[in-house]
């Protein structure tokens, strides 16, 4: 893969000779976070959509803050603060299934248990902190709070690529089931769907993607860059595959103008925030569209 990667990055860099691509290409690290944007944009797209179907933006914002307790604790148990996915993944994928297992134990409402999750998660990450600076410096957790795509190397590259071929295997087979078991539990159910199943393999997707994604965009910022691109894609979406293009379409654009706009243009910005920023304006502006269509369509009647 490492090969492929050093291929592409040539390729951009290529480009940026003849002028056809920002000089910003010329770099290494440029040419790994456009890569990365390329593989998050249809991982976050396409589970974007489910997650605003269901109404799940909530339990994606719970799983990306719960990786900074996964993190202390590999840290604490010896893993790289560079790279501690083993611990972060386990954890994540734990507190996913358990709370989704409670869900299902408990007359609670999703929005007051996933609470209860999310502060008891965040207690214990702030708690092992103290800790964890005695063995880092606790400003290096600030990037896994609002990432840096700038920052991802090979191996980062090579997670994003396995959790890709997961979500294929798992996710593409379920697909039908898991948008049927979103319109209608009761329906899937009565088509002898699996709902409990398709469920639970959905809180491991979305889990998997949003920790393998927390380095990227950050905890803080993840589930903003899940949610932003679909909510725009619903706006101007007519049917479930115009939902899904437009969606994945303005997760890709929004990593790589939110990565080469601040370069090119010398603005002050993060690219963390860069890109949740270019999907709040494409947000923004299908909105507009929307409410425009609707005036329209009114005034026609």
Known sequence: MNALYETIRLGF?????????????YYDFVGNAVIAALLIGPLLGVLGTMVVI????FFS???????????????????SYTSPYLSMFCFC?????VLKYTQHRTSLSNDVLIGVFLSISLAVGASLLLFVSAKMNTHVLES??????????????????????????????????????SVSA????????????????????????????????????????????????RNISRSVSEFVIYSVLFCIF??????????QFDIPVPSGGAIILVAAVIFAGT?????????FATREI
Do not use: H, W
Not at 13 to 22: F, G, H, N, S
Not at 287 to 295: A, E, G, H, L, P
């Open 144 to 181: 896994i709070l609002f990432g840096s795509i700038l920052t991802v190397n090979e191996t980062d590259l090579n997670v994003l690529v396995a959790v890709m071929l997961v979500c294929a295997c798992v996710g593409l087979p379920l697909y039908n089931q898991m948008l049927l078991t």
């Open 186 to 233: 009761s329906l899937a159910s009565a088509r002898a769907v699996r709902v409990r199943l398709v469920e639970y393999a959905f809180v491991f997707l979305i889990t998997l993607v949003t920790a393998a994604c927390v380095k990227i965009v950050g905890a803080v910022l993840v589930e903003a860059l899940l949610v932003i691109p679909a909510a725009a894609a």
């Open 54 to 57: 269901k109404r799940m933006a």
């Open 93 to 97: 994928i734990l507190f996913g299934i």
């Open 254 to 263: 929004s990593g790589l103008v939110g990565i080469v706009a601040p370069m």
């Open 287 to 295: 909105t507009v569209i929307r409410n425009t269509i609707d005036v």
């Open 13 to 25: 860099q290529e480009l940026a000779d003849v002028r056809i691509l920002p000089n910003a290409f």
């Open 61 to 79: 914002q719970a799983i990306g803050n719960a990786a900074l307790t996964g993190v202390s604790i590999g840290v604490l148990l010896g893993e």
